[in-house]
């Protein structure tokens, strides 16, 4: 145990839910850490898992979790664009008591993961949709074209789904406007 990490779990909501999860995660010879301000995972350095918890539940996130076999179909995409990681929610205590033989089975499945290398192809930037109202300001200011390729690839994805995400063409206008002087700037979009 870390102690840098009671904080989390002395505070949290899902508190004996946390607990249990900490305690799966420790049996399986990982190392704690904290980041993101949450209690994380790692073998030999590797992330593996992450616990993290929300109003509706609590849940143990695994990093690589798309290359899991989930024999029991409790790993959830957290939303679209999420392309690895999947998690196991928990809105009870007993869930996590019933699945701890799973969830230790899949996290020696992670560690698996890792030792063997495997790597998940990931979408590239040029992959992810560009919208109408932004794709004319890259044309129409020749500065903005420059500034936005010069972001990250990380930066550019999260500009472009903000962008892409309203299904009206005025609230895609908007956000476009309210953002070019930030990616002018070099800033990313939560920077």
């Not at 909501?13 to 904290?34: N, S, Y």
């Not at 790993?75 to 996590?96: M, P, S, Y």
């Not at 990380?154 to 309203?166: D, E, I, K």
Request: aromatic share 10%.
């Amino acid at each position: 145990m870390n102690p840098k990490v009671d904080f989390f779990f002395n505070k949290a909501k899902w508190q004996q839910e946390l607990i249990q999860l900490r305690t799966i995660a420790l049996d399986c010879g990982l190392t704690e850490e904290l980041k993101w301000g949450c209690p994380y995972y790692t073998f030999q350095n590797n992330n593996i898992v992450l616990i993290h918890e929300f109003k509706e539940y609590c849940a143990f996130l695994f990093f690589k979790g798309v290359l899991l076999k989930d024999s029991k179909g409790i790993l959830i995409q957290q939303t679209a664009n999420v392309q690895v990681a999947r998690q196991a929610r928990f809105t009870k205590l007993l869930e996590i008591m019933e699945l701890q033989a799973t969830l230790k089975a899949y996290i020696f499945e992670a560690i698996e993961v890792e030792k063997a290398g495997l790597k998940v192809p990931l979408k590239s930037t040029n992959d992810f949709e560009i919208a109408t109202e932004f794709q004319h300001k890259l044309i129409e200011i020749p500065a903005l074209k420059i500034a936005f390729e010069a972001l990250t690839p990380g930066r550019q994805r999260a500009y472009l789904l903000h962008f892409s995400q309203p299904k009206q063409a005025k609230t895609r206008e908007s956000r476009v406007e309210k953002c070019l002087l930030r990616i002018l700037e070099g800033k990313g979009l939560d920077d």
